[in-house]
Each structure stands twice: as structure tokens, then as C-alpha cells.
């Protein structure tokens, strides 16, 4: 499994960003997708994720500002980041969780740098 993450950037306070995070080599459907981040001197946390049916569950430092989608049919996920602050500076990873005769499998993408500054 292989997973690509683009679309940080420099953006100002109160600006947005979309990333995307593309699958291939899995059953992406059935796996559960999430977007964690790693600030500077901070450990990974998480930020959001989406269950297979759609179900979704974000940190408490981005509700209502950032929201988390799927395209099964593009073997994608999205992390739409709106009202973006200074402390959400940080690396992005995407993550995929699979599940293969009851062992769990994680896989990430490589991080893409989101910078929040004026």
C-alpha cells in the first residue's frame, strides 16, 4: 500500500487549505483513513478520521474548523482545513488502517508541510 499527500502549503491565519491523500495497492474502501499531524517538539497527534461508513471523529483542536471526506471511487481522502491558526503549523500524515485475518496494519503517507503564518 502506498499513500501520496499533497497540498500543504504557506497560508496565512484564517486562510484554508485542502489536502489529499491518494491510495493504491489496498481494498480502500473497507479501511479506516486519518490525518494526523506533528508539530515542531510535539509528538503525533490526531486530527481527524473517517470510518468506512463515513463516520467521522476529529481532535478537539479542530472541530468545527477542519472537516475529513472520502472518494472511494478515486481512492482518496481529503482534510478540508478552514479558519487555520498559527498552531496548527505542522506536518500532515495520512494514515490508512487495514485489517487482513483479524491483524491490523498501518500505513502513511510520506507528510506534507502546512504552514500557518503571516
Known amino acids: 500500500v502506498q499513500l501520496q499527500a499533497s497540498g500543504g502549503g504557506l497560508v496565512q491565519p484564517g486562510g484554508s487549505l485542502r489536502l489529499s491523500c491518494a491510495s493504491s495497492g489496498s481494498i480502500f474502501r473497507f479501511d479506516k483513513l486519518g490525518w494526523y499531524r506533528q508539530g515542531p517538539g510535539t509528538q503525533r497527534e490526531l486530527v481527524a478520521s473517517i470510518s468506512q461508513g463515513g463516520s467521522a471523529e476529529y481532535g478537539d483542536s479542530v472541530k468545527g474548523r477542519f472537516t475529513v471526506s472520502r472518494d472511494n471511487a478515486r481512492n482518496t481522502v481529503y482534510l478540508q482545513m478552514n479558519s487555520l491558526k498559527p498552531e496548527d503549523t505542522a506536518v500532515y500524515f495520512c494514515?490508512?488502517?487495514?485489517?487482513?485475518?483479524?491483524?491490523?496494519?498501518?500505513?502513511w503517507g510520506q507528510g506534507t508541510l502546512v504552514t500557518v503564518s503571516s
Open positions: 494514515n490508512e488502517q487495514s485489517w487482513q485475518r483479524g491483524i491490523r496494519y498501518d500505513y
